[in-house]
């Protein structure tokens, strides 16, 4: 540790010795950042430390001053505490070796910090839909170029349609995480080379300090970077907990569909940095912009809100589908059966039997019900929660409905139509314990008889055992596939 050694950068010079570390800013302007004079460089160190104590206020131990021969200041450097190369958390990943403890104090960390970090009007503007969309489509443009050459054509449109379905949707989701002052003052550059797995606890090192509105951001916006560094270096699973244990220790109920956006969006960044990289020549950066650009795709489509009809004759399992398929997918269920009673002041296994159409059965009462299932689908979709909708689906008018609330809040419908033998639905029906549904053997031949063709659903066998149907429906909702969990290459 006490060796000398030096790294650079384009944008600076790091020099090592003994146990210290001393940062040299390049007199450089770059556009998205200005060292040409000392006086900016000055400015810089001294940020750079008041800005890296939030994390590390041991590691940033001031700002000392480079004497020319007249003994004026010439110009400046971080100093800082050394760090031991060999416990970067990314030389432990790639070695297998055991980073859980880490990983979660560096949650924590990050949480507390988030928890008391600056926000405010100015801050929260940098993280509305419309800022957001902003940048997703700053990366699109810059990286166009590159379609059908570096980018497959056909997967970067994919993926420029996924981002725009769902962020055409979420506008409420957006101002909520605002309202709720998720938006702060982070890290805004949380790689895995820069947290350092010490004995006594991590240290979080090289927050981005050029521009501070990169790092205004949503804390799990903040969280997310690290979760697709960790992503990068093959730990997957670590990147999921990681970011689980950072939901759980900042209190943040954002749906999955929020977490997988932001990794898509940071993996997005690194595809175009690698794509402009590839045009100026570097030998790896192609396969790496496509890697990149691979599991923002991914993420996209894992977190595509989406609405997902389970219907079927009574009988046939649809609401134990619809229950087994939502516990798989972390996502909410709207039943008919419950909805109804709810609006006739029932609780949901209080018994309302009556012959077919009548009671709280008759067409009125089914424009009321389903009308109420729209209104709550549609508050719950604009929140990105994907919903499973529970119901029989036999009235063509009842499926119209529920279908245009997809297409208005921008939000993929499947429709799923569950069959099961005629004999095996009358046992189920008479076997089964008390619940919100009423339907008898009667009930569920008259159902069959005013039925309409549903078109354009998928057809799932749920005769036989749960778990079988639950992946057919599985294959329905995500044709693509389960995420290919394969790491990107590290940049050259």
């Known amino acids: 540790m006490g060796n000398a050694a030096v790294a650079e950068t384009h944008i600076g010079v790091v020099f090592f010795t003994g146990d210290r570390a001393y940062k040299l800013k390049k007199p450089v302007d770059l556009g998205f950042l200005d060292f040409s004079t000392r006086e900016l460089r000055e400015r810089a160190c001294h940020e750079e430390v008041r800005l890296n104590r939030r994390f590390a206020p041991d590691v940033y131990l001031g700002v000392a001053d ?13 100093v800082m ?3 031991p190369a060999d416990r970067r958390l ?16 560096t949650a924590r960390i990050l949480a507390a910090w988030h928890a008391r970090a600056p926000r405010g009007p100015r801050i929260a503007a940098e993280e ?3 800022a957001v969309r902003g940048r997703w489509h700053d990366s699109f443009e810059q990286a166009r170029p590159f379609h059908g050459t570096v980018l497959d054509a056909g997967a970067a449109a994919e993926t420029e349609d996924l981002t725009d379905e769902f962020l055409a949707g979420r506008e409420p989701l957006f101002d909520a995480r605002i309202a709720d002052g998720r938006v702060v003052d982070g890290h805004g550059d949380l790689l895995a080379g820069d947290v350092f797995c010490l004995d006594d606890g991590p240290r979080i090192l090289d927050c981005l300090e050029f521009d501070e509105r990169l790092r205004y951001l949503d804390g799990l916006d903040d969280a997310a ?9 093959g730990a997957t699973e670590h990147a999921e907990r990681f970011l689980g244990w950072y939901a759980e220790y900042a209190a943040d109920p954002a749906p999955s569909s929020l977490r997988h956006h932001y990794v898509a969006y940071r993996a997005f960044v690194r595809a175009k940095v690698a794509c402009l990289r590839h045009g100026q020549g570097a030998p790896d950066a192609a396969a790496e912009a496509r890697a990149y650009a691979g599991v923002a795709l991914r993420h996209l489509r894992a977190g595509r809100v989406g609405l997902i009809m389970v219907g079927g004759l009574p009988g046939t399992g649809k609401t134990s589908l619809a229950g087994a398929l939502a516990d798989r997918l972390g996502c909410t269920v709207l039943g008919s059966d419950r909805i109804r009673k709810e609006l006739a002041g029932l609780a949901p296994a209080d018994p309302a039997a009556a012959p077919y159409g009548s009671g709280i059965y008759t067409p009125e009462w089914g424009r009321r019900t389903y009308r109420e299932m729209a209104a709550r689908a549609a508050r719950l979709l604009r929140m990105g929660e ?29 429709s799923l139509r569950c069959e099961a033998p ?3 639905c009358a046992e189920r029906m008479r076997t089964r314990p008390r619940g919100a549904s009423d339907a008898d053997a009667g009930i569920a031949a008259a159902m069959r008889a005013d039925s309409a063709p549903w078109p354009g659903s998928t057809a799932v066998d749920t005769g036989g055992p749960l778990p079988r149907a639950v992946e057919q429906a599985l294959a329905a909702v995500h044709p ?5 969990r394969s790491p990107a290459p590290r940049p050259a």
């Open 225 to 233: 970077f690290l979760a697709m560094d960790l992503e990068r270096l």
């Open 422 to 424: 005629e004999a095996v």
């Open 128 to 130: 509305t839909r419309d």
């Open 81 to 83: 505490r050394r760090m």
């Open 480 to 484: 693509a596939g389960p995420p290919d």
């Open 90 to 105: 990314s030389t432990l990943v790639e070695a297998g070796a055991p980073v859980r403890d880490a990983l979660r104090d």
């Open 386 to 414: 994907t919903v499973i909708l529970d119901a029989s689906w036999t009235s063509e008018a009842n499926r119209e409905l529920l279908a245009a609330v997809a297409e208005q809040e921008h939000a993929h419908l499947t």
């Open 66 to 78: 480079v004497l020319g021969p007249d003994g004026d200041p010439c110009d400046h450097l971080v």
